[in-house]
């Protein structure tokens, strides 16, 4: 009789597990945000891809489909975009088309050495650089983050013109408020370099579990990566509406102003010329004021 019990314990929790992840459940919450947290949400099976030999990391570019009436979306990045380059999470389908160069388990100075290598086929008409979250771990300091963040920008900004950051979604393995630092220097090196730095921090609550897969760094299939895709194509569009900044005007040089022509009158006609005395004589003015000439 213990034993029909137990198996009925267990049957239950069983059945509970199920319902947990079937459609339309809400999605599980939790009260507590610290380091401890493992997501519940599902993820694909990793495919592994060739690796690099510039930094042995596994590395893969998908590229856009090609259309005269849409314009081309390179995303950059490390492990979330995985699932987007393998087609278990595709992107909106719209007025853009997106093509991916995804580098998992990368850091910022690896991402910058496979930029500064890669050749498309193609011309980009907006490029997104997506925060390296793996400079959680990878860097010693935050300053070192920074810095090697500061010098992906700069040779994604020498190799493409309209370039911008979509944040990192939050891990749930690492403290709230070193992540949040974290942002903040990625945010004042985007802001130096005038590029634009969306936020994503907020739309990934950290007490909705389901967001996250079962390690609760790579974000699930089901929840979070569609949340991901939307602010990817959000951001995107929004860049590319954004008008371009007016070419400055050549400087013209001013004309020079004519010279100054004193006008000359024309005489025409008699010329009188005064009498002139002869230098013997001399004038005599007398009381009544008449002229007398006397000559010597």
Not at 252 to 275: C, Y
Request: with cysteine; hydrophobic share 35%.
């Amino acid at each position: 009789m213990p034993r029909a019990k137990s198996a009925r314990r267990s049957q239950a929790a069983k059945d509970r597990m199920g319902d947990r992840h079937s459609v339309g459940i809400p999605r599980r919450q939790h009260g507590n945000t610290g380091s401890e947290l493992h997501g519940t949400g599902k993820r694909h099976t990793v495919v592994h891809w060739p690796i690099s030999p510039l930094t042995g990391k596994q590395r893969k570019l998908v590229n856009p489909n090609t259309s005269p009436d849409k314009k081309l979306v390179l995303v950059v990045g490390a492990t979330h975009l995985r699932a987007i380059a393998d087609g278990f999470v595709p992107m909106p389908e719209g007025e853009l088309s997106f093509g991916v160069l995804s580098m998992p388990g990368a850091c910022a100075s690896q991402i910058r050495t496979e930029v500064e290598h890669v050749t498309l086929p193609w011309t980009p008409d907006a490029v997104c650089v997506c925060a390296p979250s793996n400079n959680l771990t990878a860097s010693k300091t935050i300053d070192e983050a920074g810095a090697d963040f500061g010098k992906l920008l700069d040779t994604a900004c020498y190799r493409w013109p309209n370039v911008f950051v979509l944040d990192f979604p939050p891990r749930l393995n690492v403290e709230k408020a070193y992540q949040d630092s974290m942002r903040q220097e990625f945010h004042r090196v985007a802001a130096r370099r005038g590029v634009k730095y969306f936020a994503a921090a907020e739309h990934f609550p950290l007490d909705d579990l389901d967001l996250w897969s079962r390690d609760g760094i790579h974000l699930s299939d089901t929840y979070g990566m569609p949340i991901l895709v939307q602010l990817l194509f959000q951001h995107a569009t929004n860049q590319l509406k954004t008008p371009p900044a007016p070419e400055p005007k050549p400087q013209v040089a001013p004309k020079p102003s004519p010279p100054r022509v004193k006008p000359r009158i024309a005489v025409t006609g008699e010329v009188i010329v005064p009498f002139r005395r002869d230098p013997s004589e001399w004038t005599l003015v007398g009381q009544d004021r008449k002229v007398m000439a006397c000559t010597l």
